[in-house]
């Protein structure tokens, strides 16, 4: 009899996770409609199990990775011998199948913690929310058993030794980029879920988007975070010098970001003026059918990417699920469109709630023109059996403009009141913010900023910054006035009473300051130059010197790095040393990675990397590229981070005490589960090493 190891152990899970989804959906339905409480209950207790069944599965394979157990396929196909412990472990999602387990325990965990959350509030739509969730899982773990098993092994004698990860992926950032994306885009299954939980129930007051607004706050701010690390990975490790290039990939996880953020602004009109229903229910249907785009489009090889996994047949499986899931949407919808008939109509175009409204527009125009971009070499490829190109000038044709248009929206909407303006109001309020944007245009024409794309970018910048600013300064000092209270206690005071106002401004902020990094782009400045040691070679701003070439060995891999000295351009003034290198893997299959190497400063990014050498004459071939102001994409992800922890930070007032202490056991709960995972991951290490 062969034996039970943990290859079967993690299946077992999978099939148990299975079949207790498909019981806990019909128990949720069965439960409403008989009003049977056991059975509801019942319900909620599967999603527990489910996320049980699926950690136990995703121990199993991680086990399986650091434990060299190369008689399983996936472990085989992206692990070897000679990597680090850590990135065996997360091999765990660097391929298509591991990627698809991890994808579903994600689920399972957004689900297990929104079922506990609402246990007692939102009961009426919670039995169809289940379902959904159930339906979600049920289709990702039906797709792994059949199509793609991590768990699958070889009917004979294992290999000795793994194929290896490609060493692209041996990075921290690719190591945090995924499960940050998984997060984000799972993220919005939780609302849509309710979505179709309030549709099919017909309770469709704001109730239902209320109590999502922290799960699309929490969606959005881990695909932002996902989307940044990627731009930090291309950044740090492809060697071309830039952050985003519109790879396939980057647009698939970028598209359901810019709906997720129409959906986020949105819902505030429903809020206030109980408008916009259906299209809030239709942003949050198309934000996760979107997420579902993406996940097939980097899973069945439509696409082509330096990221995308390799081709296989899932994708007509994803296609048939997505049009089911569109089907039902609609249907939905449809039916309930009575109920989700606006309670008042705009009443202006100057008026915040018809801002709000083109910022919509504007940003799902940006989602589709970006999959419309993407998926037309593949159209053209299947229709016409020729191969086209659509490249980043095509994107940046049309997104530039679409950009600074949702760039203006972010300084002018906080100006307009809700309902509509009044003359006096809308001189009262932009005079400052025009008046600055407009005194910025020859201050920066004379520093000699005159590329028009870039020269409008700064401006509007100005503009958007004045009125984040204004809006601060005029709250604060109706604080101090009405209250006696100096600047900085009135400050703090006013972001703590409308944490949610003023934590958008300082997300928008955030927005400003990557744009400025946007518009640097249009004055980078590149050069090659072939070098012998001791040369000099000048780059904007700076000279290098060429001092030295070094090889090493570390076991897993051969290095040959450029030793290089920095100077202040036109003196001796030493800046900086630094060593691009290139390294060459023996698994897999010697393969060559370039590591590029930079001087940083807020203004700029001095780029090195090694194009190539000759180790005769011991001459190098080194790409300079200065990348201006490019470190502001970075500060204004963090500033936007900063902005969302004070709009999510919990109220103190006693009304709401109970509801956010309620949340925050829910995601304690769900970080005890992550820290239990990583300690029997340490056990485990422990024990082989």
């Excluded at 996770?17 to 128990?27: I, N």
């Excluded at 994600?106 to 007692?120: L, P």
């Excluded at 601060?472 to 209250?483: E, I, V």
């Excluded at 006013?494 to 518009?519: D, E, P, W």
Aim: charge should be neutral.
């Amino acid at each position: 009899m062969p034996e039970f190891g943990f290859a079967d152990f993690g299946y077992l899970a999978m099939l148990t996770a299975m079949v207790v989804a498909c019981y806990t959906a019909a128990a949720a339905i069965v439960g409403y409609h008989r009003r049977d409480t056991r059975l509801a209950i019942s319900a909620q207790n599967g999603v527990y199990v489910v996320f049980g069944c699926l950690s136990i599965a995703s121990l199993a394979l991680i086990y399986l990775f650091v434990t060299d157990d190369y008689s399983v396929k996936y472990v085989h196909h992206y692990s070897d011998r000679s990597m680090p412990l850590f990135y065996k472990a997360t091999a765990f999602w660097g391929g298509q199948d591991g990627s698809l387990l991890f994808w579903v325990w994600v689920m399972s965990v957004w689900s297990a913690v929104a079922v506990y959350v609402n246990k007692d509030k939102n009961r009426a739509i919670l039995p169809y929310t289940i379902v959904a969730m159930m339906a979600v899982t049920l289709f990702f773990t039906i797709l792994m058993i059949l199509n793609a098993n991590p768990f699958e092994t070889y009917l004979g004698g294992a290999p000795s030794d793994g194929r290896g990860l490609n060493p692209l992926l041996q990075n921290p950032y690719m190591v945090t980029h995924p499960p940050s994306l998984y997060l984000g885009y799972i993220g919005w299954t939780i609302p849509f879920c309710f979505a179709i939980g309030a549709l099919a129930h017909g309770h469709l007051d704001y109730g239902w988007v209320d109590a999502m607004r922290r799960w699309c706050l929490a969606a959005w701010v881990f695909l932002t975070i996902g989307l940044v690390l990627g731009g930090l990975w291309a950044y740090e490790e492809l060697g071309w010098g830039g952050y985003w290039a519109w790879d396939p990939v980057e647009n698939a996880a970028f598209i359901p970001w810019l709906t997720g953020t129409a959906f986020i602004h949105s819902i505030q009109v429903q809020e206030r003026r109980q408008s916009f229903k259906m299209w809030n229910v239709i942003l949050i249907i198309l934000t996760f059918v979107l997420t579902l785009v993406g996940t097939m489009m980097t899973r069945s090889g439509i696409v082509q990417s330096v990221h995308a996994f390799a081709q296989s047949d899932i994708g007509n499986t994803f296609l048939v699920f997505i049009a089911i899931t569109v089907v039902v949407s609609t249907g939905l919808v449809i039916w309930r469109a009575k109920e989700l008939a606006p309670e008042n109509r705009l009443e202006s175009v100057l008026s915040r709630e018809f801002v709000f409204l083109l910022n919509n527009w504007i940003l799902v125009m940006m989602a589709f023109f970006v999959l419309f971009g993407t998926l037309f070499p593949s159209v053209y490829r299947f229709f016409y059996g020729q191969e086209v190109n659509v490249g980043a000038s095509f994107f940046n044709l049309w997104m530039r403009p679409l950009g600074l248009i949702l760039l203006f929206l972010t300084g002018v909407g906080p100006l307009l009141p809700w309902r509509k303006s009044t003359s006096s109001s809308l001189f009262k309020q932009f005079v400052m913010p025009t008046t600055m944007a407009a005194l910025a245009a020859p201050i920066m024409w004379g520093l000699g900023l005159q590329e028009p794309w870039a020269l409008t970018t700064f401006c509007l910048c100005v503009l958007v910054t004045t009125t984040i600013i204004q809006e601060f300064w005029r709250g604060s000092r109706a604080r101090m006035r009405n209250s006696q209270e100096s600047f900085g206690e009135a400050l703090l005071n006013l972001m703590g009473r409308a944490k949610r106002r003023y934590g958008g401004y300082i997300i928008h902020f955030g927005l400003v300051l990557t744009f400025v990094a946007f518009a640097g782009n249009a004055y980078k400045i590149e050069d090659e130059q072939q070098l012998q040691p001791g040369e000099r070679a000048r780059v904007g701003n700076y000279e290098v010197r060429f001092d030295r070439l070094e090889s090493g060995d570390d076991g897993q891999k051969s290095s040959i790095t450029a030793h290089v000295t920095v100077f202040k351009a036109g003196t001796d003034e030493v800046l900086g040393t630094l060593a691009p290198a290139k390294w060459s893997y023996r698994v897999p299959e010697e393969q060559v990675t370039t590591e590029v190497d930079k001087r940083l400063s807020l203004r700029d990014d001095l780029y090195l990397v090694l194009g190539g050498y000759d180790p005769r004459t011991e001459s190098v071939a080194l790409q300079l590229k200065v990348n201006p102001l490019v470190n502001f994409l970075w500060i204004g992800t963090a500033v936007m981070l900063i902005g969302w922890a004070v709009a999510v930070w919990p109220a103190r007032s006693r009304q709401q005490v109970r509801a956010p202490q309620r949340f925050g056991w829910a995601w304690a709960g769900a970080g005890s589960t992550a820290l239990l995972m990583l300690g029997v991951l340490s056990c485990i290490l422990a024990v082989i090493g």
